[in-house]
């Protein structure tokens, strides 16, 4: 069974630049998250998604910060402007429901 | 709000020493507790679960066990190889709802020598 991708692994770019990231669930997952891990910290959830519907967006910054997941499966995750702080490695991972929730590679984004 | 605590990195240990990684937690509601293991390069696997009090979770020869009456969860493993040499994350998740968040803690760093 393949597992959650995601794309670029890695990514540098200015500060105030615009960048996207792209997660492709494991197959059937209804759910899908995103989580931020700044460097000596634990993952930090930023949005979920179930289906394509937002359950929970409560700490994303969304003065920068966007998400969609058209049609339930594929999600991206897009910042613009991007600020210094928003260095990361950027994490998605996908479950049945409520069940165990399967991490991707990352993306780790640098902010210059 | 929810958090964990988890002993402060980094762990250096000879191979075959004996492990524990402290992870203590706060949970409004009656949370499951994880360990999740980070190997260099790799995204965040899961390592073990309990989901209810006094439930052990095992797994490649790692335990640990959902104390309620301490909230804790401390991982153990009676004998380290090389190849446990990964970052090691505490986590809990409450469902509220259809709200499956998870909240880690820090990581722990564990290095193991030959």
């Known amino acids: 069974e393949a597992g959650v991708a995601q794309s670029p692994r890695y990514k540098i770019i200015e500060k105030r630049q615009s960048v996207a990231f792209w997660c492709n669930p494991i197959?059937?997952?209804?759910?899908l998250y995103w989580y931020q891990q700044i460097l000596g910290q634990g993952p930090k959830l930023l949005i979920q998604?179930?289906?394509?519907?937002?359950?929970?967006d409560s700490q994303l910054p969304k003065d920068r910060f966007s998400a969609e997941r058209l049609k339930g499966v594929d999600s991206t995750l897009k910042i613009q402007p991007a600020k210094l702080e928003d260095s990361a490695v950027y994490l998605c991972?996908?479950?049945?429901?409520?069940?165990?929730?399967?991490f991707g590679p990352g993306t780790r984004l640098t902010v210059l | 709000g929810d958090s964990v605590t988890q002993m402060e990195g980094p762990v250096t240990l000879s191979e075959e020493a004996f492990l524990t990684i402290n992870c203590t937690y706060t949970?409004?509601?009656?949370?499951?507790l994880f360990w999740y293991v980070q190997y260099p390069g790799e995204g965040l696997q899961l390592l073990l679960k309990?989901?209810?009090?006094?439930d052990k979770g095992s797994n490649k020869g790692f335990e640990a066990t959902y104390r309620k009456e301490t909230t804790s969860f401390h991982l153990e493993k009676g004998s380290v190889q090389v190849s446990d040499s990964a970052v090691y994350f505490c986590?809990?998740?409450?469902?509220?709802?259809?709200?499956?968040?998870?909240?880690f803690g820090k990581g722990t760093l564990l290095t193991v020598n030959p």
């Open positions: 991972a996908s479950s049945q429901t409520s069940g165990t929730q399967y």
């Open positions: 197959s059937g997952h209804a759910t």
């Open positions: 998604f179930q289906n394509n519907g937002v359950v929970d």
């Open positions: 949970a409004t509601g009656y949370p499951s």
């Open positions: 309990a989901t209810k009090a006094d």
């Open positions: 986590a809990l998740k409450v469902v509220g709802g259809s709200n499956y968040k998870l909240t």
